[in-house]
């Protein structure tokens, strides 16, 4: 069955840097998209970043660009998030989720558990 | 980007009741409209995509309607399990997916 574990969350102070990392089984993962959504505490979610399958294409919400990078390893079935420059706004539950594209459709159609990242300081 | 606005913010209901959830984008996105549920501590879960497309697994008494720009979920008759927080998402736009605010489903 398909599964999704993201790690690497935890506390860090404003300025500082985290990788997350989610580690996928149960489907040939190369074939997919991936992304990264994320929900602050008590709120909605706000996706922040998609790369493509083979890595060739990767997209960053406004609030996120320039300071977070996407990144995967096919070969280790994995997905990462480096975010640099973190602000008390990126605090929240980080979700890595499958990507699902075909013929006029697109969507998530499974998601990780999540990690929380708490900056502050 | 393109914004997607749910109403209500919150509704309560109760067990056997129908329910109607709205979502409505700031610009058409044909049937690019998804729908997840989403409980307490717990991942969100795809419901319905393309609009109206049941996922597998999902219910049948949860059903989507609707395109271009204002869309609908509906319940037909809630279940104890159904007390959660619904999010529409568009993925018309690939420069950045959206999703709207969520409507919070309780219990009368």
């Known amino acids: 069955q398909v599964q999704l574990v993201e790690s690497g969350g935890g506390l860090v102070k404003p300025g500082g840097s985290l990788r997350l990392s989610c580690a996928a089984s149960?489907?040939?993962?190369?074939?997919?998209?991936m992304s990264w959504i994320r929900q602050a505490p008590g709120k909605g979610l706000e996706w922040v970043s998609y790369?493509?399958?083979?890595?060739?294409?990767?997209n960053y919400a406004d609030s996120v660009k320039g300071r977070f990078t996407i990144s995967r390893d096919n070969a280790k079935n994995s997905l990462y998030l480096q975010m640099n420059s973190l602000r008390a706004e990126d605090t929240a539950v980080y979700y890595c989720?499958?990507?699902?594209?075909?013929?006029?459709?697109?969507?998530?159609?499974?998601w990780g558990q999540g990690t929380l990242v708490t900056v502050s300081s | 980007d393109i914004q997607m606005t749910q109403s209500p913010s919150s509704l309560s209901a109760s067990v056997g009741d129908r329910v109607t959830i709205t979502c409505r984008a700031s610009?058409?996105?044909?049937?690019?409209l998804n729908w997840y549920q989403q409980k307490p501590g717990k991942a969100p879960k795809l419901l319905i995509y393309?609009?109206?497309s049941l996922q597998s697994g999902v219910p049948s008494r949860f059903s989507g309607s609707g395109s271009g720009t204002d869309f609908t979920l509906t319940i037909s008759s809630l279940q104890p399990e159904d007390f959660a927080t619904y999010y529409c998402?568009?993925?018309?736009?690939?420069?950045?997916?959206?999703f709207g605010q969520g409507t919070k489903l309780e219990i009368k």
């Open positions: 989720a499958r990507g699902y594209y075909g013929d006029y459709v697109n969507y998530f159609d499974y």
């Open positions: 149960g489907f040939t993962f190369s074939d997919y998209y």
């Open positions: 790369i493509s399958s083979s890595s060739s294409y990767t």
């Open positions: 610009q058409s996105i044909s049937s690019y």
């Open positions: 393309a609009a109206s």
């Open positions: 998402q568009q993925s018309y736009s690939t420069l950045g997916y959206t």
